[in-house]
Each structure stands twice: as structure tokens, then as C-alpha cells.
């Protein structure tokens, strides 16, 4: 059958095609049996897996703001090159987050109600509002790499004519909301624990925010490589990693300093579930990560930087399921774990955000090396580069074994 072009499969594709199939089943399941057959909430417990998986896909998307607030606004030239990957992160981030929601909603065909029925006291409403209101601007933003694929400029001078007033709004929204959704938790003082219950609850969710979103588009740089040539500089990549490296240290000062402010540090050093589940994040998602960080070898290896970039992932995710599951079971002195169907449906939505992104990244021109006399562009290709793997797909988690931009530079090459 000439002419029939099948699809490359890859030990990815078929992991994703299961995962998202049996994700379509658990959601079918969940909107004919309900919330209380398909899940392990209760009264006692009314917040779990999903509540923790908006938080964490939202923290990851911060990338987004964070990279058109340096570039638009602080004119960071220097970062252009990660703004399409960025905008990408957070539209592909906020759409699975509102469909999160949409599954989580006990009403879901109630989903529209915010839009007429306000309730200004309610964080939730802020909420809300910031994640409809964000994600059309992200739209907005993400228009011109599809206009630009099919050749349609008109539109795009419009837009751009446009832009920095719907970019400085996107920044404060996308601001206010991702401090929110740690104000949410103030509403809880005498339930989650203390470890992490704190009025700074804000301020930390926005701080930790920044080193997550800025570690998402380093793996997805190092991943989406191909041909032995980065997608992203090195030298930019390395000035990334620097920026994630003060976030985690600012981090973890205010965080430190507060616990201990409010008589935490018997909370800390008494070992209980409580106290593993907080060194565990804290240690692998801020303190060894930021130690490896310090270490230019580190931030200009792509093997060290992938390593630390992972590891600030993994913390952060540790950080928001601990917060929205582990620290609330401390009242009710009930453990929750959720049922098969929470855990298909938030490993099938997981498949569809990779699989989006991987396939818009191969088709649009989200990742570019500008080919103009940008020093950070040449520095990354001075040297001989070796494939990073067989293919840019997501099943090509590991990084390169071998790293020959970074040890030219180690070596004065």
C-alpha cells in the first residue's frame, strides 16, 4: 500500500495510547457513578489526588509568566529563545488543570456557574476567574505560532499590535493566582499540619513556582534535543539554572526561618510520617538539588543540569501533594489513598499533556536556535556534539551519557 505512512511507534506510544485509554474509562466512570462510587473522598477527606494535581500542573506552567515577565518586560533579550517553549508549558498546563477541575467538580455541568454567580469572598471565585482569564490570554500568545505554520500574517501584526497590554495582564493574573491557591490553604489552620500550614503559604507557592516552571523548560530543552544539538544554548541554559538555584535558596530561607519562628523544630527532628514526608521533599526538591547547582560543571552538563531539574520537578510535586494530601490526613487522623479510577484518570491526563506537547513541538516551531550572532548561540555550538538518544520522544527521559559541549567548556575548548 504505497503512500500509507504508519505511525512510528516508539516504547512511549504505547504506554500513552493505554494510559490515556484507561484515563477515558475512569472519567466515563466517574460522570455516570458519581464522585463518592469512584473515589476514596469522603466529608472527612473532600480534597485529594486532584486537588494536589492543579496544584502541581499550575506550579509547573509558572514558566510561562516567569519567562514573558523577563523577556517582554525586563527586556531579557537573551531569554527569547525559551519564550515559545514556555508559552507551550503553561497553555498545555492550564488547559489540563481546567479539565482537572471540570472531573472534580460534584456538579460538573455547573462548571460556567463562576462566570455569573460571583462570590468576591471566596478564594475560589479569584481562583477561578484568574484560570479563565489567564488561560484566553495564553491563547492570545500561543495564536501566532499556529497563524505563523500556515502563513497567516495579518492576523499576527494585530495581535502583536496588542500584545504587551495582554502580556502585562497575563503576568498579574498569572501572579495573583498562583499565591492563591496557597491562600486557599489559610482557611485550614487547625487541620493541615504544621509543617506545612504557615500564613506564608502564598508567598512560599509563588516562590517555589519559579524554580518549578524554570526546571520544566530545562528538561523539556534537553529532552526535545536532537541531532546533537541543543534547542537551547548551553550558556542560557546554565544562566536558567542559576535563576533556579536563587529561587530554591530564597525558598528555603523563608521556609526554614518560618518554621522555626513558629516553634516548628520539634515538628522536624521528631520522626514520625509527618516529618519523612517533609525532609524528603525539602531534601529532594530544594537542598540537594540546589547544592548541585552551585557547581558551574553542573549547570553546563547536560547530564547535571537534567539531574537537578528532575529533582526540583519531583520536590515540587512532593511539596504539593504533601500540602494538599499528607498534611490534611493530620486532623481526621484518617489516611487517604486514592482509588484506581483518581489515579487512571490523573495518569491519563498526564499522557495527554506529554503527548500534546511532544506533538506540537515537533510540527510548530516552538523550539528555534536563532542563527543571527547571538554569543550564547555559538558558545553552544562550538563543540562536537553527541546525539542525545534515538528519538525526541517522551519515552527519551534520560539524558545524553555523554556530554561533549560541557567538558569543551570545562576545558577551555
Known amino acids: 500500500m504505497k503512500g500509507l505512512r504508519l505511525p512510528h511507534l516508539t516504547g512511549w506510544r504505547p504506554i500513552a495510547t493505554i494510559l490515556i485509554l484507561a484515563g477515558i474509562l475512569a472519567a466515563v466512570a466517574r460522570f455516570t457513578l458519581g464522585l463518592g462510587a469512584t473515589t476514596n473522598l469522603s466529608d ?36 527569547e529563545p525559551i519564550v515559545r517553549p514556555a508559552i507551550l508549558t503553561a497553555f498545555i498546563g492550564y488547559l489540563l488543570v481546567v479539565l482537572v477541575l471540570i472531573i472534580d467538580l460534584g456538579r460538573p455541568d455547573h462548571f460556567w456557574h463562576p462566570l455569573v454567580m460571583w462570590n468576591p469572598h471566596s478564594v475560589m471565585c479569584e481562583i477561578s476567574w484568574c484560570l479563565m482569564l489567564y488561560t484566553t490570554v495564553l491563547s492570545l500568545e500561543f495564536a501566532p505560532i499556529i497563524l505563523e505554520k500556515f502563513h497567516i500574517h495579518s492576523p499576527i501584526k494585530w495581535i502583536h499590535a496588542v500584545s504587551l497590554p495582554f502580556m502585562i495582564f497575563g503576568v498579574l493574573l498569572s501572579t495573583l493566582h498562583q499565591s492563591s491557591f496557597g491562600s486557599l490553604y ?15 503559604l502564598p508567598v512560599l507557592f509563588f516562590i517555589s513556582c519559579i524554580a518549578s516552571g524554570l526546571s520544566m523548560i530545562v528538561l523539556e530543552s534537553i529532552i526535545f534535543s536532537r541531532d546533537g544539538r541543543p534547542f537551547l544554548p548551553t550558556r542560557l541554559r546554565a544562566n536558567l539554572a542559576k535563576a533556579i538555584a ?14 522555626l519562628s513558629r516553634g516548628g523544630f520539634r515538628d522536624m527532628t521528631t ?3 509527618y516529618s519523612v514526608a517533609f525532609w524528603g521533599e525539602l531534601l529532594i526538591g530544594f537542598v540537594i538539588p540546589f547544592a548541585m547547582l552551585l557547581f558551574e560543571r553542573i549547570r553546563v552538563s547536560q547530564t547535571g543540569l537534567y539531574s537537578a ?4 520537578v519531583l520536590g515540587f510535586a512532593f511539596n504539593r501533594m504533601n500540602t494538599a494530601i499528607t498534611g490534611l490526613e493530620h486532623y481526621p487522623s484518617q489516611t487517604y489513598f486514592p482509588s ?12 495527554c499533556g506529554f503527548c500534546a506537547f511532544s506533538f506540537i513541538a515537533e510540527r510548530l516551531p516552538i523550539f ?17 556534539q553527541e546525539p542525545l538518544s534515538e528519538s525526541p520522544e517522551c519515552e527519551d527521559l534520560r539524558p545524553s551519557q555523554a556530554d561533549p559541549i560541557s567538558r569543551a567548556q570545562l576545558h577551555g575548548g
Open 368 to 384: 528555534r536556535v536563532e542563527e543571527s550572532g547571538d554569543p550564547f548561540h555559538h558558545e553552544a555550538l562550538s563543540g562536537v
Open 309 to 312: 531539574s528532575l529533582m526540583v
Open 44 to 79: 472527612e477527606f473532600p480534597w485529594g489526588l486532584w486537588i494536589g494535581f492543579d496544584f502541581l500542573g499550575i506550579g509547573l506552567a509558572a514558566s510561562g509568566f516567569t519567562i514573558v515577565a523577563a523577556v517582554h518586560l525586563f527586556h531579557a533579550e537573551e531569554y
Open 271 to 273: 520522626l514520625s510520617y
Open 246 to 259: 536563587l529561587a530554591l535558596a530564597v525558598y528555603f530561607v523563608v521556609r526554614i526561618q518560618d518554621l
Open 186 to 200: 489559610l482557611i485550614v489552620p487547625n487541620r493541615l499540619h504544621a509543617l506545612w500550614y504557615t500564613p506564608l
Open 340 to 351: 484506581i479510577i483518581e489515579i487512571f484518570i490523573m495518569l491519563g491526563i498526564t499522557a
